[in-house]
């Protein structure tokens, strides 16, 4: 089995601590392995330097980054074979950015795991962040790109609150 998770939401939700956390759980499991994708690091450098500048990303920006989190997480399902989970850390905030990810990833079962946070959290987290370049200023019009999944749509979605543990999302992914 390989098996692509992808931890999705909106800036300052925690999808790298989430995706760090349950990479760990993953390797702890017998014949399993866990590979983790920073999906920041494959923008290019000018739309991280817009991001920095407050300027939020069109559609025409995302879309090669989308194909770059494709390309890396296919790679590193093909490298690292099969009982392998590729994590990637990556906004995906409209449906069409899911599908597109879903339609790229050949070979891997897709998963997403969206963290739906409160926006007073969002921006405590984003304020005391340090050294990224997506600020409290991004929030507002992250929340309005936004197109939460709904479950009966989009029936590879495990959605998970701050009070969800990550233990048990990865039993809900992995069981």
Known sequence: MKLAVVIMGVSGCGKSTFAKKLAGIVDQREAMRSVFIEG????????KCSMAQGIPLTDTDREPWFKRIAASVVE????????TVVIVACSALKRKYRDTLRDSLS????RFVYLKVG???????LQNREGHFAGVSLLQSQLDTLEEPVPSIERDVVIASDATSVDDVAAQLLN
Request: hydrophobic letters at 30%.
């Open 107 to 110: 070979g891997c079962e897709v």
């Open 119 to 125: 926006r007073d959290v969002l921006v405590t987290r």
């Open 40 to 47: 920041d690091d494959l923008h290019s450098d000018s739309s």
């Open 76 to 83: 590193s399902a093909v490298v690292e074979g099969d009982n």
